[in-house]
């Protein structure tokens, strides 16, 4: 499995980015995917993770109604779309993926994952 994550650049304060993941390989229905993010100087950081189904999705607090992730199982893609971006959202964001059992099942911690992409750069200005 092998994950692409894309879409990241500079906005301004407010302004909106989105992010692409795509995943290569027949199995991305079977994993739980799941956006990180790891400013300079900073441990990496749970941002957003969503279900095998997309039915189940959780967000660390400072980006609760703010951002949302989504997917497209037709497409290997996983989505994070940053509404309101703050210049506290600068930093690289990964994606992960984790085989999951259960089509329920979200993951929030990094150990968990068994796959991760390069990282996209986010910038933001205030």
């Known amino acids: 499995v092998q994950l692409q994550a894309s879409g990241g650049g500079s906005a301004e304060a407010g302004g909106s980015l989105r992010l692409s993941c795509a995943v290569s390989?027949?199995?991305?229905?079977?994993?739980?995917m799941g956006w990180f993010r790891q400013a300079p100087g900073k441990e990496r950081e749970f941002v957003a993770a969503?279900?095998?189904?997309?039915?189940?999705?959780d967000y660390v607090d400072s980006v609760k109604g703010r951002f949302i992730i989504s997917r497209d199982n037709a497409k290997n893609t996983v989505y994070l779309q940053m509404n309101s971006l703050k210049p506290e959202d600068t930093a690289v964001y990964l994606c992960?993926?984790?085989?999951?059992?259960?089509?329920?099942?979200?993951?929030?911690?990094?150990?968990?994952?068994?796959?991760w992409g390069q990282g996209t750069l986010v910038t933001v200005s205030s």
């Open positions: 992960a993926a984790y085989r999951a059992l259960r089509h329920t099942t979200v993951v929030v911690s990094t150990g968990r994952y068994d796959y």
């Open positions: 390989g027949r199995t991305f229905r079977d994993h739980a």
């Open positions: 969503i279900s095998r189904s997309g039915g189940n999705t």
